[in-house]
């Protein structure tokens, strides 16, 4: 067993035994929210924040150990891995979270991107074949640029000769490709997590027309977010390096028995994202098949059925942790706090023959309520992350 005693500070509080396990609330990173790398600082729907790895990893690992996160996403684990020196397995069914995590596990300077960004030709002339779906977002320059980046990475890629920076410049421009601030190619578009559908686009050009449709120098732009990404970059780069998987995470064949340490993760949350669609221009600009993507998507509606999904996923969580290897795993509240995942995933976890050590809520709106009830009521619409912890025995 873990010592719980020592998971936070004095002030954790204890609340009650729910489905046999303490449940802690306290705030348990938001103080240092602050001190986290800006490597972080990549948009993904549904991300969780640097803080949460940091947390479990200085807790419950030492350096050179195996850290995994089976639905990686922006690959916030693998990084914060990277930078406290442990090794890293980051999966995800969707290819895109490797294109937007591997290049900050192993950060170039800038010099480097600067010099390979002036080598790259975007006055290439190409066909205007995807152009009635992207001019909604991009001045005509702009996309013309865009379409050159995304040709000579595509052949560079085909040819096997795709570098290190070039997959920087990949992720830093995949980033870039829409949002409402300056710093991003599009026109005023809604949260850069999000890209809307062309029609929708449509809309929002005539609502916001006075924002201008403006043309974005590509290189400059890419040359501006690579600098803002690298300024906590440390001098010697701590990372060990690991793997990246676009596996299901109920089939990670490629993950050894008794091999990881500590597993940190956020599943879907039933059906509450659209990971492709809201990512479509993303997947258009690394030749992604969105459609083929969606299929193999955990994406359920009903809680049953997501149960059973995790339950599969909890069998195989057993496989590759180590004896005496820790878990946590970020649920939350859905169906506006009707469903709570955590009561979902905890029979699911004993089934698998993992141990559920507690649960920990972190709150920034910390409220010292007597019960576990109370704690669910208060914490409805805040900022709140659900962390179940478990352990190979
Ligand atoms: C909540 S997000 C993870 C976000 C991540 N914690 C981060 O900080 O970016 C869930 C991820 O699970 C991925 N996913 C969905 N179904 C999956 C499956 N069956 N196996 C592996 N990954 C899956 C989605 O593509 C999505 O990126």
């Given at each position: 067993m ?5 998971i ?23 103080a ?57 397995i ?14 900050r ?12 960004l ?44 795709e ?138 509606s ?9 339950g ?82």
């Amino acid at each position: 067993m873990i010592d719980l005693d020592n998971i936070s500070n004095q002030q954790t509080e204890f609340i009650k035994t729910e489905n046999h396990i303490p449940v802690y609330q306290d705030e348990f990173w938001t103080a240092k929210q602050r001190q986290m790398s800006s490597l972080h600082e990549i948009s993904y729907r549904a991300c969780f924040k640097g803080e949460l790895p940091h947390f479990f990893i200085d807790k419950y690992s030492q350096e050179g150990d195996v850290i995994y996160d089976p639905f990686a996403g922006r690959g916030t684990t693998a990084v914060q891995a990277s930078l406290m020196g442990r090794r890293f397995i980051s999966n995800d069914i969707n290819p895109l979270s490797a294109i937007l995590a591997e290049p900050r596990t192993n950060p170039p300077s800038f010099a480097a991107v600067a010099k390979r960004l002036e080598q790259i030709p975007l006055d290439l002339e190409l066909p205007p074949e995807d152009d009635q779906d992207l001019l909604p977002f991009y001045h005509p320059e702009t996309l013309q640029e865009l379409k050159a980046l995304r040709y000579y990475l595509q052949v560079k890629r085909a040819s096997g000769t795709e570098d290190i920076l070039d997959r920087w410049i990949r992720m830093v421009a995949t980033n870039r490709l829409t949002g409402h601030s300056s710093g991003f190619f599009s026109y005023y578009t809604m949260p850069p997590n999000l890209a809307v559908s062309p029609e929708r686009q449509k809309k929002i050009n005539l609502k916001y027309s006075h924002k201008g449709f403006l043309y974005k120098d590509v290189k400059a732009l890419i040359l501006k977010k690579t600098k803002s990404l690298l300024k906590d970059k440390p001098e010697n780069w701590p990372g060990l390096g690991g793997q990246f998987l676009h596996s299901d995470a109920a089939q990670t064949y490629a993950i050894a028995d008794n091999s990881v340490k500590l597993i940190i993760t956020s599943p879907p949350f039933l059906d509450q994202v659209q990971y492709v669609k809201d990512n479509w221009l993303r997947c258009w600009f690394n030749h992604l098949d969105a459609d083929q993507i969606e299929k193999r998507i955990t994406h359920l509606s009903s809680p049953e059925k997501w149960s059973q999904a995790m339950g599969q996923i909890f069998r195989e969580f057993y496989r590759v942790l180590q004896p005496g290897g820790m878990g946590a795993f970020e649920v939350g509240e859905v169906r506006k706090g009707k469903v709570y995942l955590e009561d979902l995933v905890l029979p699911e976890l004993i089934k698998a023959d993992l141990v559920p050590q507690a649960l920990l809520i972190n709150s920034q709106e910390f409220s010292k309520t007597a019960n576990i009830w109370g704690v669910k009521n208060n914490l409805k619409g805040t900022n709140t992350n659900r962390i179940i912890l478990f352990q190979k025995e």
